[in-house]
């Protein structure tokens, strides 16, 4: 399969965790990365590989996986997290990007 | 702080070629892979296809037909054209660093650019 597969919203309480995730069959062979895109703003990766966040990226951003499924948990959600969250991974069969489509990310 | 910065027409006429450059400053283009993608308005994020500094690229299978990716490492720029456009190709493009060897990271970003289909 070439899709990955994202739910489309999901709302969390502030301050409270909040766990995003993205299914794909590619995603059992491949760790997802994590995008955070806010309103008129480029796409910023806030986690690549196993579990690895780009410099100046908060501790409470994390990843992981489970069989063909990828999760993205925020730790005690913060109002600047709203935003729009996108995973991506390769394909399986060839060398070809996948991106979900996208989850929005309420912080109540 | 490597930055990026897509150029090209915002308005572009129904059957014509799309052509975008990407500029990159503060860092070499060699070295690394680069990507663009794109963004229609209020949906998601997609993958048009990469290139690496040597010049192979790889495309996305949607688009394969009609897309050309080319660097041009003396001026730290690499560009796309995108042939036969319809409304469909309205999007926001984005320009991106490819990030390490798994060729999905994207790093650094441009701040993208909204290119119009329309006659």
């Known amino acids: 399969s070439s899709e990955l597969t994202q739910d489309p919203a999901v709302s969390v309480a502030l301050g409270q965790t909040v766990r995003i995730t993205c299914q794909g069959d590619s995603l059992r062979r491949f760790y997802a990365s994590w995008y955070q895109q806010k309103p008129g703003q480029a796409p910023a990766l806030v986690i690549y590989g196993k579990n690895n966040r780009p410099s100046g990226i908060p501790d409470r951003f994390s990843g992981s996986s489970s069989g063909n499924t990828a999760f993205l948990t925020i730790t005690g959600a913060q109002a600047e997290d709203e935003a729009d969250y996108y995973c991506?991974?390769?394909?399986?069969?060839?060398?070809?990007?996948?991106f979900g489509g996208g989850t929005k990310l309420t912080v109540l | 702080q490597v930055q990026l910065q897509e150029s090209g027409p915002g308005l572009v006429k129904p059957s014509e070629t799309l052509s975008l450059t990407c500029s990159v400053s503060?860092?070499?283009?060699?070295?690394?892979?680069w990507s663009w993608v794109r963004q229609p308005p209020g949906k998601g994020l997609e993958w048009i296809g990469y290139i690496h500094y040597s010049g192979s690229t790889n495309y996305n299978p949607s688009l394969k037909s009609r897309v050309t990716i080319s660097i041009d490492t003396s001026k730290n720029q690499f560009s796309m054209k995108l042939s036969s456009v319809t409304a469909a190709d309205t999007a926001n493009y984005y320009c991106a660093r490819v990030s390490g060897s798994r060729l999905y990271d994207f790093d650094y970003w441009g701040q993208g650019i909204l290119v119009t289909v329309s006659s």
């Open positions: 503060g860092g070499s283009i060699s070295s690394y892979y």
């Open positions: 991506n991974s390769r394909a399986t069969s060839d060398v070809h990007v996948l």
